[in-house]
């Protein structure tokens, strides 16, 4: 019996997350056929996301990894977000794709597109796996997104709870939460 097994239930499991993930890279190498990606994953959880879906993106890129992290105020995040760890290039001119796991009040997604901007690269895209609209208190366009979900507190495939669970293989919720 795996180590999560009591404490967490499946909410979408490893065959549905990697078919999405194919999905979601072949629709990324047609759009950018012919241009240098950078894809900019936030730490820590997109990581597991963004391997996957580097992976099954069929052109040339570079990684690049950005750490934020918000001040919460009391269980959700203020959207005054720090970065932790910066990416280790200037970003001028470059096509950047912004990876997340998850989008909740979009406010931390919000802040890192402003941030990124002024630094004039050539074009900034997100692509976040999840999506939780019924929280969203700004609006952000996600260009490629794998599942919507309810509001849910999930866990797994990157996604934590007080730092654990991240290696879980799929996403999962907490059982009894
Ligand atoms: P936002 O600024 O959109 O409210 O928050 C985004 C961040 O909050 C995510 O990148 C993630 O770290 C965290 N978050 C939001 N919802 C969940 C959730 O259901 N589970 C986990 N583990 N983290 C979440
Ligand atoms: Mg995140
Ligand atoms: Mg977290």
New binding site residues.
């Given amino acids: 019996m795996a180590f999560y097994e009591k404490d967490v239930g499946t909410l979408i499991d490893e065959a549905k997350l990697q078919a999405r993930i194919r999905e979601m890279g072949a629709e990324i190498t047609r759009d950018y056929q012919g241009k240098e990606l950078t894809l900019v994953c936030?730490l820590k959880?997109s990581t597991f996301f963004a391997m996957d879906l580097a992976r099954s993106i069929d052109l040339p890129l570079t990684l690049e990894f950005l750490g934020v992290s918000?001040y919460q105020g009391g269980t959700?995040?203020t959207?005054e977000v720090r970065i932790t760890t910066d990416v280790s290039k200037p970003m001028a001119g470059k096509h950047l794709l912004v990876i997340?796991?998850?989008?909740?009040?979009?406010?931390?997604?919000g802040f890192l597109l402003e941030n990124l901007r002024a630094r004039h690269p050539a074009s900034v895209k997100v692509a976040s796996l999840l999506e939780?609209p019924s929280?969203a208190r700004t609006k952000v366009d996600i260009d490629y997104k794998g599942f919507v979900i309810d509001d849910?507190?999930?866990?797994g495939y990157g996604?934590?709870?007080a730092e654990k669970y991240r290696n879980v293989p799929f996403i999962g919720v907490m059982k009894g939460k």
């Fill in positions: 936030v959880g918000s959700e995040t959207g997340e796991d998850i989008i909740d009040t979009g406010l931390t997604m939780k929280r849910v507190f999930v866990v996604l934590d709870y």
